[in-house]
């Protein structure tokens, strides 16, 4: 029943669609309506106006992006060990403020570092400047054992104790004194024998007058021979006294001049062996100084500026630590933080000082936090080449500040962290849509 019923509307409908269309049914129903027409003309022109006005409004800024590390003009500083052994700490707990140059744990060997602490006290108030001065050399323990440091620091002490001798013996002080007290009695001598000069040529001067007076009376046979002789022997004896007199006053001169020659040279040989202490005990101290340095460097872990200290580990004493194992970072105090952008070369002509910079940090999810605005405040003039993933990159070195600080566009503040690393999109020119437009057709025509 149903078929017969199915295949009598299908026949309805063939006929209804095989007869012809009066003319004016044709034309009613191809003649469109003028209100209609008009109506669809006003909402394609207000779509393209929108479209304009959406062109106008809408930016759509170009950017070149880069890798961007967070940080501050002092960077966090990892300790690590340069010896192998067990670990002493002298703080506690991570987190913990520190001074430059504390001591925050150090590796246990043959040197006690107690001991070593207190000789270094010491050592630190001494002036090698200040030449001669001993007075540290009470305060230094003499039987000491200091491991690898024993035969520095007993050169040292060596030293300073050839210094104290050469300071308070005064050997050559001594000597210039004797020779000094020598040389004023060789004065004296040489100004007695002057003096007898004096008087031996007076006698001289008598001797030769009374032997030309018995000369004359002998000759007038006034006076016998035996006088005459005897004058001529007192004249001889005193030409002979004269003499005798100038040698001792050529002697006492010359000895005296030998003493002044032997203090000189004492007095050389007093610098000499001054400065040969001198410079021996600047060596010695010089040396164990340096030595002392290296040893530190080798076994102590000193925070290079104040900050915080923070474990790597959950240390504990005596623990064992590997050479080259990272053991502490020292986080500096807060500082304004600046970003650190490595930017390719490619595209970044275009960056210039003072564009707008969209941080999103890899620790702050986006969607959730939002981006940090900054501002671009240097570039490097010159490039350099940085090993990534993908191969050798040539790349430019840009810095950037916060205005807002680490405040997201969400307006959440963010906590500082070092070395926070994330994506730097650099707004080189904000471009409305229609320019772009505009930009690709001159493009496509100038083509």
Do not use: C
């Amino acid at each position: 029943m149903e078929p017969l019923e199915n295949n009598t509307k299908d026949d309805t409908a063939e006929k209804y669609l095989g007869t012809e269309r009066t003319e004016e049914v044709r034309d009613i129903i191809e003649r469109m309506p003028a209100k209609f027409g008009l109506r669809i003309s006003l909402i394609v022109i207000f779509i393209f106006l929108l479209l304009v006005l959406f062109g106008f409004i809408i930016r759509y800024p170009d950017i070149v992006k880069g890798q961007v590390t967070v940080n501050t003009s002092i960077a966090p500083v990892k300790l690590v060990a340069n010896a192998s052994g067990k670990i002493k700490l002298n703080i506690r707990n991570s987190q913990t403020p520190v001074q430059s140059e504390e001591v925050v744990a150090y590796i246990k060997n043959a040197t006690s570092y107690d001991t070593l602490r207190m000789i270094k006290e010491i050592l630190d108030t001494y002036n090698p400047n200040n030449k001669g001065n001993t007075n540290i050399l009470s305060k230094l323990p003499s039987q000491v054992a200091l491991g690898e440091l024993t035969s520095k620091y007993y050169t040292f002490l060596s030293s300073m104790h050839q210094m104290a001798n050469f300071k308070n013996d005064r050997l050559y002080d001594k000597q210039i004194a004797s020779l000094q007290n020598l040389y004023q009695h060789q004065v004296n001598e040489e100004k007695n024998s002057i003096e007898r000069i004096g008087i031996n040529r007076d006698n001289l001067q008598y001797a030769e007058k009374f032997l030309k007076r018995d000369s004359q009376l002998f000759e007038l046979r006034a006076s016998s021979e035996a006088s005459l002789d005897k004058s001529k022997m007192d004249y001889l004896n005193s030409r002979g006294q004269l003499s005798i007199a100038h040698s001792g006053q050529i002697e006492a001169a010359k000895q005296a001049q030998q003493t002044i020659s032997k203090i000189t040279e004492i007095d050389v040989q007093k610098s000499e062996k001054r400065k040969e202490v001198e410079i021996t005990l600047l060596a010695s101290f010089n040396d164990l100084m340096d030595n002392i340095a290296l040893w530190e460097q080798k076994y102590l872990f000193k925070a290079p500026f104040k900050g915080r200290v923070q474990f790597l580990k959950f240390w504990t004493d005596d623990q064992f630590v590997q050479a080259q194992e990272p053991v502490f970072t020292i986080v500096p105090e807060a500082e304004t933080p600046y970003g650190q952008v490595l930017l390719p070369a490619v595209g970044a002509g275009k960056v210039t000082v003072g564009q707008e910079v969209i941080i999103k940090l890899d620790d702050f999810p986006y969607n959730e936090y939002g981006s940090i605005t900054g501002k671009v405040n240097t570039i490097s003039l010159t490039t350099q080449t940085e090993r990534t993933a993908q191969g050798d990159v040539e790349i430019y070195l840009v810095t950037v500040t916060f205005p807002n600080g680490l405040r997201t566009n969400y307006g959440k503040p963010i906590a500082f962290r070092h070395e926070a690393k994330g994506t730097a999109e650099i707004i080189t020119r904000d471009r409305r849509l229609i320019e772009r437009l505009f930009d690709n057709l001159k493009y496509a025509l100038n083509r």
